[in-house]
């Protein structure tokens, strides 16, 4: 292995990996070979120590049971709020970014720590939230798009912004979507994310590399995109 390998974490992947959410630690991945660096996933079990090691780590959507035990997980190993703490760029997705908050609400009415790395707290809510979710932000120049599938809501604390303003779907449940600090960023949107949005994709990895990354033209990804975009109102495309 070169020694600039890059070191995606993928954490957690038997309960967070519901969503298929693991798809963002390929993504960013390929993007990185496809320009010439050497990259790896490494998935993280449940059993193992999370290692504070790596150069980015990314969480998935999960079950609520699994989700707790998931946060008890990742509470208990120091290594990715270690990480963190040093500047390693993190990506969580739904019950991800439930899990990067302060505290979540089980569907069992109790609450449940986070690893608190964003300011978010979360509750379920009456409604299941299924539907195509869309955001506009400041990260990245484009719109955002995924789908979402989750009962919680997320409010932020002024130590987060939101990722975006929902423009289709419910996010987190009061017209923001996601939630940002520093370079930890929560998202409802699955997809994988990651490919729906190449944009956000090569942003995680600009700070990886702490440089922007060249340009990087892929037909296919902009076919999926304009597909996507279709189906959000005809002002925001
Ligand atoms: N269990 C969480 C919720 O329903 C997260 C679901 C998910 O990850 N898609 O809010």
């Not at 997980?73 to 390693?88: K, N, V």
Request: overall charge negative; aromatic content about 4%.
């Amino acid at each position: 292995m070169a020694e600039s390998t890059v070191r995606i974490g993928l954490l957690l992947p038997e309960v967070l990996g519901t969503y298929g959410d693991s798809g963002n630690a390929q993504v960013l991945c390929k993007r990185l070979q496809w320009r010439g660096h050497e990259a790896e996933v490494v998935p993280v079990a449940l059993d193992s120590e999370v290692p504070s090691t790596l150069d980015i780590y990314l969480l998935g959507g999960g079950e609520d049971s699994a989700q707790v035990l998931a946060a008890r997980r990742l509470l208990a190993s120091p290594g990715l709020t270690r990480a963190a703490s040093a500047g390693a760029p993190v990506f969580g997705v739904c019950a991800g970014l439930q899990i990067l908050g302060t505290r979540f609400r089980g569907f069992d009415g109790a609450d449940h720590p986070g690893v608190g790395l964003l300011d978010v707290v979360t509750a379920p809510s009456p409604r299941r939230a299924v539907s195509e979710l869309a955001a506009i932000g400041d990260l990245v120049d484009t719109p955002l798009t995924g789908f979402e599938n989750h009962q919680g809501t997320s409010t932020l604390g002024p130590g987060s912004v939101a990722l975006g303003r929902v423009v289709r779907g419910t996010g987190n449940g009061d017209g923001t979507e996601g939630a940002v600090t520093g370079h930890v960023v929560g998202t409802y949107l699955h997809g994988p994310a990651l490919a729906r949005n190449p944009a956000l994709a090569d942003l995680l990895l600009s700070w990886v590399l702490g440089r922007d990354l060249p340009s990087l033209a892929m037909p296919e990804v902009e076919l999926l995109r304009s597909e996507r975009l279709a189906a959000l109102p005809r002002r925001i495309r």
